[in-house]
């Protein structure tokens, strides 16, 4: 027989240690189970920016600030549509602050692009894209006062200039290191949403890593990503298979086609 525990946290926002035992009733038998449950709400979030343009998303109305970067609007948080891919964890409340992890055949529908500005739709709302590696190029020279830097290369020093200091009820997102100092340059507000595997069942590096999709592919198999590590200021460049690996999104429109 299957049994169910409602909990009632505090009427505040934080971190609670969760112990259940369970007993098999005349049997000398007891199993004991400990979690940590973070509750979530309007007021966990505190550090990020807020954009001054704001679109709504027709399809369930979740609002997304966003900023100019070059040639391009970035949305500045992680996409959050529920139509496909799974929150950390697969919990609503960390899709909440961190958005939603899709492969990235979900997120794409299997396509690959190229070019600034034409990336493909996905699993992003009308009008907006998943970046093509011409996209995140555009970002790094914005980000970069002018300078080049090719997609197949670690960018230096890039990574801080995305990462936002932000507080989660209190605590860093991104630890505390000597070597990084998150400065949220144009208010980009990359935060350490960490990754997915094996059909969205294994979770990892929250807090520690942010991957972020590209639409372009590397070859058949695999399709290009760009993440950011704590305790490095870089941002770097990697590829992984498409069907396996769960990344966040950020979408993007050219702001010649949104003005």
């Not at 350490?192 to 595997?197: D, I, K, M, P, Y």
Request: glycine share 10%.
């Amino acid at each position: 027989d299957k049994s169910t525990i409602k909990l009632i946290l505090p009427d505040t926002l934080g971190t609670f240690d969760i112990t259940v035992t369970a007993s098999a009733g005349e049997y000398y038998y007891t199993s004991t189970y400990t979690n940590t449950v973070t509750s979530i709400g309007p007021g966990s979030l505190k550090g990020v920016a807020e954009a001054d343009n704001v679109f709504v998303d027709a399809r369930d109305s979740q609002m997304y600030g966003y900023v100019k970067v070059g040639n391009l609007y970035w949305m500045d948080r992680n996409l959050n549509w529920k139509g496909a891919g799974q929150g950390y964890g697969r919990s609503d409340a960390a899709a909440y602050v961190f958005g939603r992890l899709y492969t990235w055949n979900d997120a794409t529908g299997g396509e690959s692009a190229s070019g600034l500005g034409n990336g493909v739709q996905g699993v992003c709302p009308e009008g907006w894209s998943i970046p093509t590696k011409e996209d995140w190029e555009d970002l790094a020279k914005a980000m970069d006062n002018g300078k080049e830097h090719p997609f197949e290369t670690d960018w230096s020093g890039i990574g801080e200039m995305l990462m936002v200091d932000a507080k989660l009820n209190g605590v860093k997102m991104w630890p505390y290191t000597p070597n990084c100092t998150p400065q949220n340059k144009m208010n980009w507000n990359a935060l350490s949403g960490g990754n997915c595997t094996n059909d969205y069942n294994n979770y990892t590096n929250l807090l520690n890593y942010g991957f972020w999709w590209s639409s372009s592919e590397a070859d058949s198999n695999r399709a290009l990503y760009r993440y950011i590590y704590f305790a490095q200021p870089d941002c770097y460049f990697n590829f992984t298979d498409k069907a396996g690996f769960g990344a966040s999104v950020r979408c993007v429109r050219l702001v010649e086609e949104a003005e």
